[in-house]
């Protein structure tokens, strides 16, 4: 991670096929295009390798979080059930729909700890959203149980692990419902970008819709088209799926890079005493665009992460403060800061995140770093970062 170390001539080329007819738009202008549907065919290739029936392009991974959830049907005052740890876009997208997330507690695999999700749920719940944070996955077996006790949607946020696996299924494919950011920093790009897959028809139909204005996409006359639904605009643009074309042909050769990187680094950190790693479900394969670590204290943590800073090794997050994918660094939703009224559902149902107990998480979170894991480097700079990074902790030790 991120795909944009490896931007090449492959790029180039299939952004030049789009400029050279000028069709920049996904849809329509059939005589114009050359024949070049650059978002229908990432669409194909990418259902393809995540082993799912449908694929629905849109415009960045927190539209196709919204998407999703607009799609199987999830709205106003609908609870859907989101970890502490996590991109801001968990609750935006959630928030965007007036449905009300619901914050629960991670465990020692960085995402959703069932037991405490069972425990959230209400007569309101309709989803759940896991977020595989950092290269790995929450324990999706056990999600799928409740959901399927429950009758709730699975819907995986796999924005931060495409490529991984669980139960011998890509990330995303396993749940309803799966979503990915081609977003600049992801591990392929396409400048701002998203995809959701499914293998439920009538949800890819919805999504498909719902991206475009409600468009039936019935025949090759836009304006001539029905709109069966109210819909939006969550369209990703022919030039940004023109670049994701590319870079999906690299995503194997990437995780490839990414696994040779991680292993190194793991395994130097595995020789220093007092130095644990994340839980991976069983079953579960990484995407290896993190390297995840604990320390056996807060305290610890804090002056490893220090350390590492101090001696040149950078890329390396400690999420519990000084960040803004933990709950800590969320004021703004804490206090329910929005530009304008929010809608009554959210306001009267959200819990009081000031209030919230997630001392489970900050147990977890205030002992964890983690280090990027870049593809550009080589094998000697990551042998000698690795070195680097086992020094450092080990001086605070
Ligand atoms: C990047 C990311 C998103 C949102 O993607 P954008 O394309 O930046 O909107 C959502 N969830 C997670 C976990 C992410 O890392």
Known sequence: MPGFELFGNEERKEVNDVLKSGVLMRYGFDGMRNGHW??????????????????????????????????????????????TFTFVASFESIMALGAVPVLVDIDDTLTLDPAAVEKAITSKTKCIMPVHMCGSMADLAALKRICDKHKLLLLEDACQAIGGSFDGKPLGAYGDLGCFSFDFVKT?????????????????????????????????????????????????????????????RKLDDFLAIQKRNYTIIRNALSEVDGVTFRRVPETGVENYSFVNFFLPNATLAEKAHKALGENGVDA???????????????????????????????????????????????????????????LSWTADQVKERAAKMAQAIQSVI
């Not at 499914?198 to 019935?218: F, S, V």
């Open 38 to 83: 650059k978002a229908k065919e990432f669409e194909i290739a990418f259902a393809k390798r995540m082993d799912s029936k449908h694929c629905q392009l849109v415009s960045s991974g927190t539209s196709a979080l919204t998407v999703a959830l607009a799609s199987a049907g999830v709205g106003a005052g609908d609870e859907v059930i989101m970890p």
């Open 188 to 248: 392929i790009t396409c400048g701002e970008g998203g995809a959701v897959i499914t293998n439920n028809e009538k949800y890819y139909i919805n999504a498909d819709q719902y991206q475009d204005h409600g468009h039936d996409h019935i025949g090759n006359d836009r304006g001539a088209e029905t709109h069966p639904h109210l819909g939006y605009n969550f369209r990703i643009s022919e030039l940004n799926a023109a670049v994701g074309v590319a870079q999906l």
């Open 316 to 374: 390396c997050f400690y999420w519990f403060k000084n960040n803004w994918h933990y709950i800590n660094g969320w004021e703004h939703l804490r206090n329910l800061k929005s530009l304008a009224p929010l809608p009554k559902e959210i306001k009267t149902q959200i819990q009081d995140l000031n209030k919230t107990d997630f001392s489970k998480s900050d147990a977890i979170m205030g002992r964890t770093i983690s280090s990027l894991v870049k």
